[in-house]
């Protein structure tokens, strides 16, 4: 079993939809978690950081972290066709910041 | 600034090739870290380096692959030989001590034939 799941999509929706992105994990000791957007040739780029169980908002973005049930989310309101692209979970139960797991990521298509 | 700056973008070689990978850090950031990407098994941590001292190269998948970072403004990633299974997007990402999340390069697409 993989440390960290993804549905890997693709996943598309209009513009001006809510999206829901969302990652599995198997170890209970994770509590550090990021989301990362990766536009196609290009590399990832840090979007979100969470610490623990939670909510955390940034704009449209907001991060979900239920680590009772393993899940966390990324949910993006009023999508934009600027936010197509890849959209990878990372997590890690090490406090240095060296140790992530990253799932394989979900394709997201925003159609105007 | 200029990012994290990899090259070559992209890499053909033939089987049994050598292939070396290069990178060059933000300046100021002391961790690097060798990341490949593959549409199955997505982003594989490699080896990383902390004050250009090799920590953990648990990741490395074979003695095939070797890492260096002679000093804080260079790495490599060197496969000899190199094998079709190696066809992967390599990432280099760096990050500062006290931050959270790295920042990545835009990754060499190695395809070895």
């Known amino acids: 079993q993989k440390e960290v799941e993804q549905d890997p999509g693709p996943l598309s929706v209009p513009e001006g939809a809510i999206v829901s992105l969302n990652c599995t994990y198997s170890?209970?000791?994770?509590?550090?978690f990021m989301w990362y957007r990766q536009y196609s040739r290009k590399g990832p780029e840090l979007l979100m950081y969470?610490?623990?169980?939670g909510n955390k908002e940034d704009g449209r973005f907001t991060a979900q972290v239920d680590k009772s049930s393993k899940y966390i989310s990324l949910f993006i309101r009023d999508s934009q066709p600027s936010d197509s692209a890849t959209y990878l979970c990372?997590?890690?139960?090490?406090?240095?910041?060296?140790?992530?797991?990253f799932g394989t990521g979900t394709s997201l298509t925003v159609i105007p | 600034d200029a990012g994290v700056i990899q090259s070559p973008r992209h890499e053909v070689t033939e089987m049994g090739q050598e292939v070396t990978l290069r990178c060059k850090p933000i300046?100021?950031?002391?961790?690097l870290f060798w990341y490949r990407q593959t549409m199955m098994r997505g982003l594989e941590l490699l080896i990383y380096?902390?004050?250009?001292?090799?920590?953990?190269d648990s990741g490395m998948p074979e003695d095939r692959f070797s890492a260096k970072m002679p000093n804080a403004s260079f790495s490599t990633l060197k496969i000899q030989p190199s094998e079709p299974r190696d066809s992967a997007v390599y990432f280099c990402?760096?990050?500062?001590?006290?931050?959270?999340?790295?920042?990545f390069g835009s990754g060499t697409r190695l395809t070895v034939v």
């Open positions: 990402a760096t990050r500062s001590g006290g931050a959270y999340g790295y920042t």
């Open positions: 170890n209970s000791a994770f509590q550090y």
């Open positions: 969470t610490y623990s169980s």
């Open positions: 990372a997590m890690s139960a090490s406090n240095t910041g060296n140790q992530f797991y």
């Open positions: 300046s100021g950031h002391d961790y």
């Open positions: 380096f902390n004050n250009n001292v090799p920590i953990d």
